[in-house]
C-alpha cells in the first residue's frame, strides 16, 4: 500500500513540474522573417539612365525544383508588377515567398552604381512598408507589390514555377532581363530547343552558368514601323507600358551529345530495317521468278 501511495505521488510530482515547465519555458516560434542569404545581390545594370534613373533590370536564378529565385533592381518606382505563369496541376500554392526588400525611398538617396552596391555588400533587410495584391485582367494573374512611395535598392522573392524546363517570363517596358541557368544546363540547341527571342548577350560568369541577357525589352521597332519612318520622313514613338514574352528551353549540357547518339543508334537501326527490307524483297522477287518459269515449262510441254 505504502509503494503504491509513493508512486502515484511521483507521478503527481512529475506532471505538476511538467506543467510548471511549460509555463516557465515558453513555447519556440518561427517568425517568417526574410532571408536575403538566398539570393545573389548582383550589381547588374545596363549602364545607362533613363530620366535619370536606372532602367528596372530583373534576374531570374532558374532551377530544376519549379521555383526560381528573382533579383529586381529598381530604381525610383513604387510599384512592381509580377506577372506568374501558374501551374494548373498545383494547387493552394504560395506563389512568392521570402520576400526580400533592401532598399530605401527614393527622396532619400541618389542613383547611382555607388549605391546599389553598397546595398548588395550590407544585405540589410529594409523595414519599407509595402502591400501585396493580385488581380486577374485579360485571363492573365497580376501580383502587384506596392510601396508606400517610389524606393531605389533590390526586391527579391522566390517565385514557383511550371513544372519542367521551359521557361517563360512576360517582360514589360522598359527593362532589363537577364535569366541564369543552372549549372551544367545550356540552351541553343535548334533541336532540342532554343531561347526566343536571340538575347542580346551570352555569357558565362565565374560558377560556369549561362547567362543570357535582353535589352531594352519591347523597346525596338519592327520593319514595318522603320519602313513607314523612312517613306514618311517621322519617327513614329514605340508605345509605353509595352509587353514581350521570353520563352528559354533548357536542359542539361549532355543532352545534345546524347541525342546525336540517340540518332546515330537510331539511323543504324533504320539502315539495318531497310536492308533486312530488301533482301526479303529480292529472295521474295526470286522466288517468284522461280515460280512464274516453271509454270511457263509446264504450259510448254502441255
Known sequence: MNKSILLIACLLAVVSLSGCIDELVPLEKNPDTPDSSMYELD?????????GSFVRTSTFYLSTNSSAKVVNIIDNESLLDIIPLEDITKTDVEILSNIVVIADYANNTDSSFDLFQNYSREQNVSSLNYTI????????KHIYLNFSEPIRGYVAYTMTVPTGQDFLHI??????????????????NSLIGRARPDPDQIYFDDKGRMNLVWYNMGTEKSSLVSMFETIFNTEIQAPSNTIKIIGVKFYKESAPGHLFVAGVILGSLALIVIADYLKKRKKLRKIREQIEAGANGKKRRI
Do not use: C, W
Open 43 to 51: 550589381v547588374f545594370l545596363n549602364g545607362s539612365q533613363l530620366n
Open 133 to 140: 495584391s493580385d488581380k486577374v485582367t485579360k485571363g492573365q
Open 171 to 188: 517582360a514589360k517596358t522598359p527593362s532589363v532581363v537577364r535569366i541564369v541557368l543552372p549549372e551544367g544546363y545550356t540552351t541553343g
